[in-house]
């Protein structure tokens, strides 16, 4: 069951399932956790909340970007070894 919060009137559980189901087609791909519904007479403002997408590091090695180095030949990965690396810590 997804989390639901309104505000502002009241929405009937056949709506709110609509709305979760417009959520899911329109972003496919992502996964929905919860949702916020401002109701304003005849309008409704959505607020979608998404689990958080993976982030994937990438390198970029002479004009090349990359998400992993597994394909990389010895030169290549010896390139990548000898950049300096920053630190981003302050």
């Not at 559980?13 to 496919?28: C, G, S, T």
Request: aromatic share 10%; hydrophobic share 35%.
């Amino acid at each position: 069951m997804i989390p639901i919060q309104i505000k502002g009137g009241e929405l009937s559980f056949e709506e709110q399932q609509a709305y979760i189901r417009r959520a899911r087609e329109k972003y496919p791909d992502r996964e929905l956790c919860s949702m916020d519904i401002t109701v304003d007479g005849d309008f409704v403002d959505l607020h979608y909340r998404f689990e958080p997408i993976p982030f994937e590091r990438i390198r970029r090695i002479t004009g090349y970007l990359v998400g992993t180095m597994d394909r990389w030949n010895n030169a290549k990965k010896a390139e990548e070894a000898d950049r300096v690396k920053h630190d981003t810590t302050i």
